[in-house]
Nanobody, 114 residues
Framework: VQLQASGGGLVQPGGSLRLSCAAS????????MSWHRQAPGNKRELVAR???????YYEDSVKGRFTMSRDNTKNTVYLQMDSPKPEDTGVYYC?????????WGQGTQVTVSS
C-alpha cells in the first residue's frame, strides 16, 4: 500500500488549497481514508475521514471550511481547504487502515500565512 500526498504550500488566510492523496495497492472506495495534521510541538490529529459506510467526519475546527472527497477513477482522495486559518498550519498526512494496520503517506506541508 502506498499513499502519495501532494498539494501543500503557502496559502493566505481566507484563500483555498486542495490536497491530494493518490493511493496504490488499496481501493479508496472500500477503505476508510483519513487526513491528519501535525503542527510543530503538537500531536498528530485527525482532521477528516470518509468511508462508504459512515457519514464523513470532520474535526470541529474545520467543519464548514474543509471538505474531503474522492475520485474513484483516479483512486485519489482530496482535502479541499477553504478559508484556512493560521492555526491550520502543519504537515498533512493521508492514511488508511486495512485489517488493523495503519498506512501513512509521506506528508505535505501547509503553511497559512499572510
Amino acid at each position: 500500500v502506498q499513499l502519495q500526498a501532494s498539494g501543500g504550500g503557502l496559502v493566505q488566510p481566507g484563500g483555498s488549497l486542495r490536497l491530494s492523496c493518490a493511493a496504490s495497492g488499496t481501493d479508496v472506495r472500500t477503505n476508510a481514508m483519513s487526513w491528519h495534521r501535525q503542527a510543530p510541538g503538537n500531536k498528530r490529529e485527525l482532521v477528516a475521514r470518509i468511508h462508504w459506510i459512515f457519514a464523513p467526519y470532520y474535526e470541529d475546527s474545520v467543519k464548514g471550511r474543509f471538505t474531503m472527497s474522492r475520485d474513484n477513477t483516479k483512486n485519489t482522495v482530496y482535502l479541499q481547504m477553504d478559508s484556512p486559518k493560521p492555526e491550520d498550519t502543519g504537515v498533512y498526512y493521508c492514511s488508511t487502515e486495512i485489517s488493523g494496520v495503519d498506512y501513512w503517506g509521506q506528508g505535505t506541508q501547509v503553511t497559512v500565512s499572510s
